[in-house]
């Protein structure tokens, strides 16, 4: 064997060892001799898988080779990748078994070369978002039983129960990890920084430290999984993680204002908490700049505030849709605008991104970032990013929802008369919400303080309060009044239904 196999081996020998510890009565783990009844075995992942959840184990496993009651480790004549199923024209049993699997899940058989036997593992994913069924009906795991789950209403609505928080980051990147390879695989020392706690001493206190984090979990014989959460998040290289190195944050550059001509393109090399600071900075100094002269010496000021620029992409980030596979957030900085986007369609509507509160897919990643100061800890922080907007009088920046990604854009600067009417419309609806939300009212003076405009042209803000009203974005706060010239967002008035 090589010795890539080798250690492969080995892990597979420690499952076996560990599982042959387990109480009888274990719901998510079975022994058997040589019976690979195709049928029965189809029943049987089900039941495990659906009992793997419910006992917060992330996978079941059957054991062949192993002598039922003694735990007497015999051997087995069971050979899954020529074992064929006899009532479907001898289709391969595996083959046969994804088949009826539902939904499809990664089931793996492993031969295992135990001293002077020969054993056969098959791990079983545990359910995620729903039940694991056999032949489109799910069973459970009682005792030695497997009965439809349909059958006990409390099984199933415990399984249920379980199912609705599972999420990707609690999915295993790399598992079998000795702790010395654990340290060197993940940036430990960054998570001690950034979450500004004293690492503690010794290499058994920090990988405890980092299990109480989720960041991995323990395995067996005394080894470690690394978890999806701690690789995505403190990887050293995450392309030493096959099912997370296609997250990585890609930064391109362009020449000019179109995709032609590419300047620079990369892909983050480690994980998103640990190399954030350094992905702002790389995106800070790429970014144009403004020169302008001051006390006789010229200086540069930056196009973009760096306020917006890390909320947007820390928003990206975390508010990702990490179940879609071979795709991670894209980062695009052109001579007059930067876009930034993630997979998956946002979970609220766009027009909602400032007032409303996030709604994250990934909990446990948005609880770490924010408690590391990564983001924002109240909100969704885009009300930050267009009062920074306003701030710097840009363009308002723009929020797309494709059929599968999420797109900010952060326009640079333009005047007011080089501005397009749509995008007038949207910066007078995001001044509106921005200053209800600050107990304030929009009006024609703070719009044209927002846009640099003068007194004298009070008429084209006008005009683009006129346009903002049309599309019903925003409302006069007083229609029986519209003497008053003050607007509310559109929103607005529900909030007050809601108050009466």
């Not at 480790?73 to 990748?81: A, D, L, N, R």
């Not at 027009?351 to 100061?373: Q, T």
Request: contains cysteine; hydrophobic residues 40%; charged residues 25%.
């Amino acid at each position: 064997m090589t010795e890539l196999q080798q250690d492969d081996n080995a892990r597979r020998i420690a499952q076996v060892n560990d599982l042959l510890k387990l109480p009888a009565e274990t719901e998510w783990a079975e022994f058997k001799h040589n019976n690979i009844d195709p049928e029965r075995m189809g029943r049987t992942i089900s039941a495990l898988s659906n009992s793997a959840r419910l006992t917060d184990q992330a996978f079941a496993y059957m054991v062949w080779g192993i002598e039922d009651g003694t735990r007497k480790i015999v051997g087995t004549s069971f050979v899954p990748v020529v074992a064929r199923h006899s009532g479907t024209l001898g289709q391969p049993l595996e083959l046969w078994l994804r088949n009826q699997i539902k939904p499809d899940t990664n089931i793996e058989f492993f031969t295992v070369k135990y001293p002077g036997k020969r054993v056969v593992l098959l791990q079983i994913p545990a359910a995620t978002t729903v039940p694991t069924k056999f032949g489109n009906i799910a069973y459970i795991r009682l005792g030695s039983a497997t009965p439809k789950l349909s059958d006990y209403p409390e099984k199933e609505a415990s399984l249920l129960s379980k199912l609705r928080p599972f999420a990707w980051e609690r999915g295993i990147a790399l598992g079998f990890v000795d702790g010395p390879d654990v340290l060197e695989f993940l940036d430990h020392a960054a998570y001690f920084r950034l979450s500004k706690t004293r690492a503690p001493d010794g290499n058994a206190a920090i990988l405890e430290a980092l299990c109480n984090s989720g960041i991995i979990e323990r395995d067996f014989g005394c080894h470690w999984n690394i978890t999806n959460l701690g690789a995505l998040l403190f990887a050293n290289q995450l392309s030493v993680f096959s099912g997370v190195g296609r997250k990585a944050v890609r930064l391109i550059q362009y020449e000019k204002s179109s995709r032609i001509s590419t300047r620079l393109e990369r892909d983050q090399a480690g994980g998103y908490a640990s190399e954030f600071e350094r992905l702002i900075e790389r995106i800070e100094n790429l970014l144009p700049k403004n020169e302008y002269i001051g006390k006789a010496l010229r200086q540069e000021s930056r196009v973009f505030p760096l306020v917006a620029i890390r909320e947007i992409v820390a928003n990206a980030l975390i508010h990702q849709d990490l179940t879609i596979t071979g795709a991670g957030p894209m980062i695009e900085l052109f001579e007059d605008r930067m876009e930034v986007t993630n997979p998956g369609r946002p979970l609220i509507d766009t027009n909602r991104f400032i007032d409303m509160p996030p709604r994250s897919r990934n909990e446990n990643i948005a609880s770490l970032m924010r408690r590391m100061n990564i983001c924002e800890e109240r909100g969704s922080g885009i009300d930050k990013v267009i009062s920074m907007v306003e701030l710097y009088q840009l363009p308002a920046p723009e929020f797309r929802a494709d059929s599968d990604n999420t797109k900010i854009i952060l326009y640079g600067p333009r005047p007011f008369r080089d501005m397009s009417q749509q995008e007038r419309v949207r910066a007078c609806y995001h001044h509106a919400a921005l200053r209800f939300l600050t107990n304030q009212k929009a009006t024609n003076a703070s719009l044209r303080e927002r846009f640099g405009v003068h007194a004298r042209n009070a008429s084209m803000i006008s005009r683009v309060i006129n346009d903002t009203v049309d599309v019903e974005l925003i409302r006069p706060s007083e229609p029986w009044n519209a003497r008053t010239g003050h607007y509310l967002p559109f929103w607005a008035q529900v909030r007050f239904l809601i108050a009466i």
